[in-house]
């Protein structure tokens, strides 16, 4: 995976954390985008450029929010390889990166920050005018996207209206640490306790987000919004590869019939299905994460049947 360290980039995962655990980094730009009298970013179409990755769930959530929402005229988009070396994210000859011909994401970071010393990460939303990293964090671009651009927005439905916001926030950081996180927490342990821990945590939610689908059709009711994606974007990569490679198979999302119902049903979407890429996102990790899968050779397997007919209608 690699990271900068003042500037220079240094190869390898980096050392185990304390007791084998798995520790995210803080996302470093955290800049917004405003409307607001004398913002340096303010919402203006063809301004932004999102750098993503088909196969990261962070990006992914980012893109469903600009496909859901209508953004494809107002803000471009560039996909990373989903084969992550050395080098980390690298850009491909079919989606070369348009604001620096960079060859790798890593660049970008640098033209913005010489000294940077960090991850590299997607999503990436660039200010191509300041020429700078406007913010990194996934769920604060979720956030920029649909409520900063409401005025380009094609569709007018928000997935973060003012009157569900809080709950909305609730509900991102309730699946945040045991589910979203819970995954690389247990697929990146180094030692047993730790591994343990993780998937209690990440089954134990699973329950209980089964249990609310059970009465209603989305996390907060009746409405799609922003942590219905984030919850999403692990669910849909979970059969097909935490169960195995991440070694999350106390159970699949498929033994759930109300979170594989919730997930056949915002997939079916054709926006969302539009930007879903399942061959990217095997291949990404089997390939690229070679601390927990050193042959990364690519299983052909599973099958995962994400077009069959579910019944969430029933809730409106």
């Not at 990271?3 to 954390?17: D, I």
């Not at 329950?207 to 849909?236: H, I, M, P, Y």
Request: glycine content about 6%.
């Amino acid at each position: 995976m690699g990271r900068l360290v003042e500037g220079k980039w240094e190869t390898g995962w980096g050392s185990p954390s304390k007791g084998g655990k798995f520790e995210r980094a803080t996302a470093p730009f955290r800049d917004q985008i405003s409307s607001a009298k004398d913002s340096p970013h303010p919402p203006e179409g063809g301004r932004y450029h999102l750098y993503v990755s088909y196969a990261c769930p962070w990006a992914h959530r980012t893109l469903l929010t600009r496909a859901l929402r209508g953004l494809e005229d107002t803000i471009s988009v560039t996909a990373v390889s989903p084969l992550m070396g050395e080098g980390g994210w690298e850009f491909s000859a079919e989606d070369p990166d348009p604001v620096f011909g960079a060859k790798y994401l890593r660049e970008v970071y640098l033209n913005v920050s010489p000294e940077m010393t960090g991850r590299v990460t997607v999503p990436v939303l660039f200010d191509k005018k300041t020429r700078t990293i406007v913010n990194n964090e996934s769920r604060e671009v979720m956030r920029i996207l649909d409520t900063e651009f409401e005025a380009f927005a094609k569709n007018p439905v928000s997935l973060a209206p003012t009157e569900l916001r809080n709950r909305i926030d609730e509900v991102l950081t309730a699946i945040y640490e045991p589910i979203n996180n819970g995954v690389y927490r247990a697929g990146f342990a180094t030692k047993q306790e730790a591994y343990d821990k993780a998937v209690l945590e990440l089954f134990h939610a699973l329950d209980t987000w089964e249990g609310v689908l059970a009465k209603q059709r989305f996390l907060t009711g009746n409405s799609l919004t922003e942590c219905d994606l984030a919850l999403f974007t692990t669910l849909l990569r979970f059969d097909l590869v935490y169960y195995g490679h991440f070694k999350c198979n106390v159970r699949r999302i498929a033994d759930y019939p109300n979170l594989y119902g919730f997930l056949r049903d915002i997939y079916q979407r054709p926006e969302v299905k539009s930007v879903c890429r399942l061959d990217q996102i095997k291949t990404h990790y089997y390939w690229s994460q070679d601390n927990v899968n050193p042959t990364r050779i690519v299983p052909k397997g599973p099958a995962v049947d994400l077009d069959s007919p579910h019944d969430r209608a029933r809730f409106g």
